[in-house]
T-cell receptor, first 116, second 114 residues
Framework: AQSVTQLDSQVPVFEEAPVELRCNYS??????LFWYVQYPNQGLQLLLK??????LVKGINGFEAEFNKSQTSFHLRKPSVHISDTAEYFC??????????????FGKGTLLTVNP | DAGVIQSPRHEVTEMGQEVTLRCKPI?????LFWYRQTMMRGLELLIY????????DSGMPEDRFSAKMPNASFSTLKIQPSEPRDSAVYFC????????????FGSGTRLTVV
């Protein structure tokens, strides 16, 4: 079984500042990792995913995340945020073995608020 | 592809009434998930299906909740009778059992029980 810990429930930042949303996971097997974004009054949208290969993954809207196996982390970063990035961000993990094991375990979410 | 389609987008009903939420997954996806989201409890997995078969319904809060998937392109979540504490946003998501590209979520149904 896997678990996901999003270390910050809320992150307020000013526009054009950099931001990092932290995610740590726990698993006894190799994993796939995901970040989802939920804008106000909308469903969850896939932001980026790590399946294999380069540990630095680029997603939509200028976000990127780095998989660190030794630290079991998958932190999300953006060098300069916009007001429109205000949303809730969810980290998720599944194991690599396929079939029913592809079921995602979600973190509790981090609310990113970008202020002018 | 039209994505995961949920209906209705909004539902307001009186306590005690039956409510049925509908979901059409992405064609070719063979896993389907029902989630509930509230401010207090966050995102909760209610039930999921693989190849139309319910695999885990341990998240279904009470016997008032039931879900079906009669075929690969349609699922329902029913609440009977509804209560004010069922007010939430209900999301449906689908994915593939053979390719792990994550879930695709629908836009949700906002349920208000008065």
């Amino acid at each position: 079984a896997q678990s996901v810990t999003q270390l910050d429930s809320q992150v307020p930042v000013f526009e054009e500042a950099p931001v990092e949303l932290r995610c740590n996971y726990s698993s006894s097997v190799s994993v796939y990792l995901f970040w989802y974004v939920q804008y106000p009054n909308q469903g969850l949208q896939l932001l980026l995913k790590y399946l294999s290969g380069s540990t630095l993954v680029k997603g939509i809207n200028g976000f990127e995340a780095e998989f660190n196996k030794s630290q079991t982390s998958f932190h999300l970063r953006k060098p300069s945020v916009h007001i429109s990035d205000t949303a809730e961000y969810f980290c998720a993990v599944s194991d690599r073995r396929g079939g029913s094991n592809y079921k995602l375990t979600f973190g509790k979410g981090t609310l990113l608020t970008v202020n002018p | 592809d039209a994505g995961v389609i949920q209906s209705p987008r909004h539902e307001v009903t009186e306590m005690g009434q039956e409510v049925t939420l509908r979901c059409k997954p992405i064609s070719g996806h063979n896993s389907l998930f029902w989630y509930r989201q509230t401010m207090m409890r966050g995102l909760e997995l209610l039930i999921y299906f693989n190849n139309n078969v319910p695999i885990d319904d341990s998240g279904m809060p009470e016997d008032r909740f039931s879900a079906k998937m009669p075929n690969a392109s349609f699922s329902t979540l029913k609440i009977q009778p509804s209560e004010p504490r069922d007010s939430a946003v209900y999301f449906c998501a689908s994915s593939s059992l053979t390719r792990n590209y994550g879930y695709t979520f629908g836009s949700g149904t906002r349920l208000t029980v008065v």
